[in-house]
């Protein structure tokens, strides 16, 4: 990755197709925020995870390759997911403005799309990292229902749906994912912490993290990520950001980056 595709990468986005990435850990809410995100700027969001799981469904020769590791909380191996990706970020919507929900994990990921970025000149506003506690995360989890056809997701507790195991929003019976049990939780925590620590630090060290409670409540935490939003879309200083890029640390995911 050369210091020119992190120029691109934080050079301030123009255009308002509004370019995020949530990340955090697993239950952090990401795909909760998700969805009022994609509504609210007509985004295309990309969920690493519902496409795997998608592919999983039909049986595809990428779902037969996935489904064991997904059940056993590892990652999908990178070759698999940058070419999925790479299919993904040709379709025509991503030209809109894209939400990026569960990728990059990995530092092989963020290299790839960093340069992607840079290669078509579509810099990003904004990473916002949802931050959140091991504990908090295993009782979210456990809890979490999903829809399987619209992908909405539920707390039996915290956010429940209106008629007890039914989606809200198109009826469907509620799944509880097989991932979602505590020792899988802990294996999927244990893999964030080594893998995908190190692509926060990153997008930390470049000037493009933003950090959100988010143990807070959904509604809060939407309000907080709408602030950072509308900040990121109104900057209008390319110049402070690459100076914060050059004062910031210029070794990420693990080499040199030349100056
Ligand atoms: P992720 O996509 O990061 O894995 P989800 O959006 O699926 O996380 O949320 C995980 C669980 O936590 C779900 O059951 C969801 O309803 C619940 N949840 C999400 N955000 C909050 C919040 N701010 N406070 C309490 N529970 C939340
Ligand atoms: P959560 O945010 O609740 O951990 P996701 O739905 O994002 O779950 O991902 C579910 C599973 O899909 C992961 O545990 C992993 O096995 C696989 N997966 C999703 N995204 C990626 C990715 N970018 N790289 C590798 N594996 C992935």
Do not use: W
Not at 81 to 92: C, E, F, V, W
Not at 116 to 140: F, G, K, M, T, W
Not at 158 to 180: K, Q, W
Request: hydrophobic share 40%; aromatic share 4%.
């Amino acid at each position: 990755m050369s210091v020119l595709d992190l120029r691109r990468l934080t050079g301030v986005a123009r255009q308002q197709a509004l370019r995020l990435i949530l990340i955090g850990p697993p239950g952090a809410g990401k795909g909760t925020q998700a969805a009022v995100l994609k509504d609210r700027y007509a985004l295309a969001h990309i969920s690493t995870g519902d496409m795997l799981r998608e592919e999983v469904r039909r049986q595809s020769p990428l779902g037969l390759q996935a489904k064991t590791l997904m059940a056993a909380g590892r990652l999908v191996p990178d070759a698999l997911i940058l070419d999925m990706m790479a299919q993904r970020l040709q379709q025509p919507d991503v030209s809109r403005g894209f939400l990026l929900d569960g990728f990059p994990r990995s530092r092989a990921q963020a290299e790839a799309l960093v340069s992607r970025l840079a290669a078509h000149n579509q810099p990003l506003h904004s990473v916002v990292q949802l931050d959140l506690q091991d504990e908090e995360i295993v009782r979210r989890l456990c809890l979490r229902r999903s829809c399987p056809a619209c992908g909405r997701v539920y707390h039996l507790q915290s956010n429940a749906p209106i008629a007890a195991g039914y989606c809200d929003a198109d009826g469907s019976a509620l799944v509880h994912r097989e991932d979602d049990n505590e020792a899988t939780i802990r294996t999927r925590l244990a893999v964030f912490h080594e893998q995908t620590e190190p692509v926060i630090e990153f997008f930390r060290s470049v000037g493009l993290l933003q950090r959100v409670d988010a143990s807070l409540p959904i509604e809060h935490v939407e309000h907080l990520i709408e602030r950072l939003v509308q900040g990121a879309l109104t900057k209008t200083s390319p110049l402070r950001t690459s100076r914060r890029l050059t004062a910031g640390k210029t070794r990420s995911l693990g080499r040199a980056v030349p100056r």
